[in-house]
C-alpha cells in the first residue's frame, strides 16, 4: 500500500490521463483535489478541520463520492500537518505524532485512508508536499535546491536538496529552531513545547498574541512586525547556511495577506549574513531569490497531487506494470 515518499519529482505522469487523488491535511483546514496537475482539477473541496475521526470520516466521503463521479483515482497523495511519522520501516508509518492539535496525537491517517482508498499512498509533510509542486509545476521547474516556507497557523519548511526532500532522524521542523531574540523583545511566546521558539514568536497566532489582532489586520508599520521580519530573517539565515537553497518561496496566510513582508524580510537577510555569503541570489538577484509561491493557494493541494504522482512513479518502477500495481 505505501510509496516511496521521495521519488524522482520529475517522473512524468502525463503519460497517462489517469486521475490523481491528493488531500492536504491541515491544522486549521482540510483540501481534498482530485485531477491530474494544475491545468486538470476536476474537482477540489475545503473541509474544516475538527475532530479527527469527524475530519477523516468527511475525507473518507468526500474520495469515495469522487470514485463515483470522476473514475478511480490512481493514488493519493497525502500531505500533513505534522510532525508525522515518514519511516517507510516503522508500524506507524503515516501516523501524526506528537501535534500540539488536540486529539490529534499518534493518529493513523495514511494507512487508514489508504486501505479505504484501495490505492497506492505517498504521504509526507504538507510543505514538503508543497515544495514538490513547486519543483514539478511551479516556480522551481528546473532547480535541484529550493525551499518552502510556509508562515501561517504554524511554520514549516519543506526543503529539496538535490531533487529530494530531506529525511534522516525525521523530517525537518526548522519552525521549531531556537533563535536570537531581537533586542527588547520580552514576548514569551505561544508554542507549547519551546514557548519563544521560531513558531511561538511569528506565527499567525504568535503575532496576535503580540498585538491583540489577527495578523491579516495588523497595519504594515505595526511595531510587532519588526520583530515578526527579525525573526524570520534569521530563518532563512539559517537555511542559506544549511541546506544552501536557489530560491526561496515565501506562502501561507501571513505573508500572504501582509505583501510587504517580503522586501522587509529580504533585506534583514542580507543584513544578518552581513556579507559572510557571496552569490548573485543575495545581491542583484534578491527579489527572485524569496519569492511568493508561483502556483500560489494551490501550492498545498497540488503538493498532494505532487505526492500521488510520486506513489505512480513507484509503483511504476516495482511493478510489472500500473493495472498489477492496484490489484
Not at 538535490?162 to 505561544?190: C, N, P
Request: proline fraction near 7%.
Amino acid at each position: 500500500m505505501r510509496a516511496g515518499r521521495r521519488a524522482d519529482r520529475r517522473a512524468d505522469v502525463s503519460a497517462t490521463p489517469k486521475l490523481l487523488a491528493g488531500v492536504e491535511l491541515g491544522g486549521t483546514k482540510c483540501v481534498c483535489i482530485i485531477g491530474t496537475g494544475p491545468d486538470d482539477v476536476r474537482a477540489i473541496e475545503r473541509l474544516p478541520t475538527v475532530e479527527r475521526e469527524e475530519t477523516l470520516r468527511q475525507i473518507d466521503a468526500v474520495l469515495e463520492r469522487w470514485g463515483q463521479q470522476h473514475g478511480p483515482a490512481l493514488a493519493l497523495g497525502l500531505g500533513s500537518f505534522g510532525p508525522v511519522d515518514l519511516r517507510e520501516d516503522s508500524p506507524t508509518w503515516g501516523y501524526i505524532t506528537s501535534t500540539p492539535k488536540p486529539g490529534w496525537r499518534n493518529t493513523d491517517v495514511a494507512q487508514r485512508l489508504g486501505r479505504r482508498a484501495g490505492i497506492p499512498v505517498a504521504f509526507d509533510t504538507d510543505v514538503n508536499g508543497a515544495a514538490l509542486a513547486e519543483g514539478r509545476w511551479g516556480g522551481a521547474r528546473g532547480l535541484d535546491d529550493f525551499a518552502y516556507v510556509t508562515v501561517g497557523t504554524g511554520i514549516g519548511v519543506g526543503s529539496i536538496v538535490r531533487g529530494r526532500s530531506i529525511f534522516g532522524l525525521s523530517h525537518a521542523e526548522l519552525g521549531h529552531i531556537r533563535i536570537v531574540r531581537k533586542a527588547g523583545d520580552t514576548f514569551a511566546g505561544v508554542c507549547p513545547y519551546h514557548g519563544d521558539c521560531l513558531e511561538g514568536l511569528a506565527s499567525g497566532p504568535a503575532i496576535e498574541a503580540r498585538a491583540g489582532m489577527p495578523a491579516s489586520q495588523l497595519p504594515p508599520d505595526h511595531p510587532a512586525w519588526e520583530f515578526v521580519v527579525h525573526a524570520l530573517g534569521q530563518l532563512l539565515h539559517t537555511m542559506v547556511l544549511t541546506t544552501a537553497p536557489r530560491r526561496i518561496f515565501l506562502g501561507g496566510g501571513v505573508p500572504s495577506a501582509q505583501a510587504h513582508l517580503f522586501d522587509r524580510i529580504r533585506h534583514e537577510l542580507v543584513r544578518s549574513l552581513n556579507q559572510y555569503v557571496i552569490a548573485p541570489e543575495l545581491e542583484q538577484g534578491l527579489a527572485q531569490f524569496i519569492v511568493p509561491p508561483t502556483l500560489g493557494t494551490m501550492a498545498g493541494p497540488l503538493g498532494a497531487l505532487a505526492l500521488a504522482a510520486d506513489a505512480v512513479a513507484r509503483a511504476d518502477l516495482h511493478k510489472p506494470s500500473i493495472s498489477t500495481a492496484l490489484r
